[in-house]
DNA sequence: CGTCCGTTGTACCATCTGGTACGTGAGCGT
DNA sequence: ACGCTCACGTACCAGATGGTACAACGGACG
């Protein structure tokens, strides 16, 4: 038990702990002595490694928003799925509770950002753009022209964000699966892989 | 110029007013002093009128969902429309511009409500049944089967409060329109009317 | 006219907030 | 051994917060 592991928290650590710590209780009301607290660790020392309240925040809402954007990318590059597929994985993972607390703390954050509050309102910049990029590429992959790509990336990411706020409200895993199966069924043939880009080729 | 209608600010005329100071500028960190005096009273009366801060806030939270649920009967009772139009109109309405501010207000108190937040937690037991209900009624009506009905009633809520998150942030109101219009257009023919229940009775 | 009740203003309270001043001590290069 | 920097604890600050005590005003009603 070396004295390093345990006495010199570093920023990046106190960053992680952060994250844990406002997807299980938030990040609406807290102050920093309950987050020092929670952390393990003085709201002085909070200030010393983020400058302020507001740089923490910003730190955590930049944070969450890497994590996701970065998530994206893991479900979505897989080229060998067609983009129902990718569809019904992404949803797979982000159904599963083990996932909940930070999607709620996600809706949390744009709720806010939604109001201006400083920290969070730059999510809005990238919180519909990233997503709907590389799910765009998705369809364009598979293909379709790029207008109708982008369409339908917009539809599917509007439909998997309702369908979290629905279940993350109600908890009905069923209902919400069923639903999401339901609108993958309506994919136009080119993303679902029965024909499209290859019955071209042929 | 009576004194009355200066003199005694009634509650319900408060509440009205901290509903609009709530849509315009969010009522996350907000202090019943500055409401207090965006509504041009003191935070005094505020305590007198609603008992605490938490008492004002499950006021607010109450009567923004009343209002939701008010607009989602006005929207959806038009038995002379089909499904698909009452969607397209409901769309409209909650898309115009005039309506942000309820709707970010409606996507904080989700988020919150979310986190557990005291006030807005209840908000969770209504926020998706008492949509989903009306919508299952409409699909019936139409001629689907109940479990169908609630199913596209589900995808269909999902779906417009998912491109709702997608207006408030990127304010690309063609975008949206599109995708929403892409939507309604996957409706099974029931819905749409071009065929359905009508055509069954001929 | 007297008196009660709903409403409102003033003043105050303990508590908590983010932030700062200052000291301390460990590691490390010289 | 000496400074020097990074990390951290203690103590403190001014301001804001939700809530309360108390007085006063004004109309309703006996």
Redesign the pocket.
């Known amino acids: 038990m070396s004295?390093?592991s345990q006495?010199?928290?570093?920023?990046a650590t106190?960053l992680d702990a952060a994250v844990d710590f406002a997807a299980g209780s938030g990040l609406t009301d807290?102050?920093?002595?309950?987050m020092a607290a929670a952390l393990g660790?003085?709201?002085?020392?909070l200030?010393?490694?983020f400058?302020?309240?507001?740089?923490?925040l910003v730190a955590v809402v930049d944070e969450v928003e890497r994590r996701q954007r970065e998530a994206m990318v893991a479900l979505a590059d897989d080229p060998t799925l067609t983009p129902a597929e990718s569809a019904r994985r992404m949803w797979h993972t982000l159904a599963d509770s083990s996932m909940w607390p930070f999607e709620r703390l996600f809706f949390e954050v744009y709720g806010q950002a939604l109001q201006g509050r400083t920290p969070m309102a730059g999510f809005l910049d990238t919180v519909v753009e990233s997503w709907l990029e590389p799910a765009t590429a998705l369809g364009v992959r598979a293909g379709l022209p790029k207008r109708r790509a982008r369409a339908w990336a917009r539809l599917g990411l509007a439909t998997t964000r309702g369908l979290l706020l629905d279940l993350l409200a109600t908890r009905d895993r069923k209902g919400c699966d069923d639903a999401m199966e339901a609108f993958v069924a309506l994919l136009p043939p080119e993303l679902s892989g029965v024909s499209g880009a290859a019955s071209v080729a042929r």
């Open positions: 004295v390093q006495g010199s928290v570093t920023r106190l807290v102050s920093l002595r309950q660790t003085s709201h002085r020392m200030i010393y490694h400058g302020s309240k507001e740089g923490l």
